[in-house]
């Protein structure tokens, strides 16, 4: 549980709680997490302290918002090669949550991944 007078912040200790649940299996790949007033509610915590913690969790690869749902722990699977030919370049994009790989082929057209998804690979 969440102990208010702990040292740790209420955001961090909700974090590891969730992590932990995820770890566990209690959420796997796809499943969706209660709401953010559910768990505000549930471990009498702000919404700032909630979000902030989904926040860490969405950091880490763990979870992602999807539009409509909510948060929804991710499927980090195996990652899988992506080929890279002559002219080819590949850029990371750092932002909020997981940084992304960006790769733009030779005829301009772009394609973008999750950094923990894939495996670059020369021809």
Sequence with gaps: MIDPHADRAL????????RDRIAAGEF????????????????DLARTAVRAALGVLRGEGLVEPVRGLGWVVRDRGEPRPVRLRRGDEATVRLGEGLPQVVVTRTDGTTEQYPADTVILRGT
């Design 11 to 18: 955001f961090r200790q909700l974090a590891d709680l969730l």
């Design 28 to 43: 796997e790949a796809g499943d969706q997490l209660p709401s953010e007033a559910a768990l505000g509610q549930h471990y």
